[in-house]
């Protein structure tokens, strides 16, 4: 006598294999997810760094100027301003570093390396040539350029606190998920196992006290 398996047990097994995929899935997505947010926070991070030390260097330059500095130490100065800024705009994944794909973010770097060639730089060299000539010349003051670069900064923290946000959502959602698969097996363990189990212990007991007419029901086809 041969006994396939029940219908309903076909069904499901086939609903518990269907939720599995979509489980996995689910999961795959939100983990692949929760690694890319990371990386932009990283590379978010790293971007705040860069661009906050531009104000660092910009004042630096300034004062050399000020102060009368090697024209040569100034332009190494001056150049590295310019190298810092444009690997922003490219970008490094290695470290990882980069700006927020934002288009106002983006522009606003552009901005800041434009007026640093077309009006700091030729600022600068106006006062050099001055000091050179020993002649009578203001004080350099850049702090309103400076202050301009805060404005691509805080764009990139509130990008930065977007995905921080974003990051644990899906934190949250993996914990949900993690909760509900739990569960879901547990049913599914006392369903498929441990209560059809706990029936066939039953009637293995009573046939040992003697009740011969213990039946143990078994849905199946013959």
Do not use: C
Not at 121 to 145: C, G, V, Y
Not at 170 to 186: D, K, P, R, W
């Amino acid at each position: 006598m041969h006994f396939s398996p029940p219908d309903a047990m076909r069904s499901l097994s086939g609903k518990l294999l269907g939720l599995t995929i979509v489980w996995l899935l689910l999961a795959m997505t939100s983990i692949g997810y929760t690694l890319i947010l990371s990386w932009k926070l990283e590379g978010g991070a790293a971007a705040i760094n860069d661009a906050g030390s531009l104000r660092m260097r910009g004042y630096r330059v300034a004062l050399m100027v000020n102060e009368g500095v090697d024209p040569a130490t100034i332009a190494r100065e001056e150049q590295m301003f310019v190298d810092i800024m444009a690997r922003l705009q490219r970008g490094d994944p290695s470290r990882p570093l980069f700006l927020p794909d934002n288009t106002e973010v983006r522009q606003q770097a552009a901005l800041i390396l434009q007026r640093w060639q077309s009006e700091v730089l030729p600022m600068l060299a106006r006062a050099q040539q001055a000091k050179l000539n020993h002649s009578a010349a203001p004080l350099l003051d850049i702090t309103e350029f400076v202050g301009k670069i805060d404005r691509p900064v805080r764009l990139v923290e509130e990008d930065n606190a977007n995905n921080t946000t974003l990051l644990r959502l899906f934190q949250m959602a993996l914990m949900a998920m993690a909760i509900v698969g739990a569960i879901t097996m547990m049913y599914l363990l006392f369903l498929l196992i441990i209560r059809p189990l706990n029936i066939l212990g039953e009637g293995i007991v009573k046939l040992r006290d003697g009740d011969l007419s213990t039946r143990i029901p078994v849905e199946g086809k013959r």
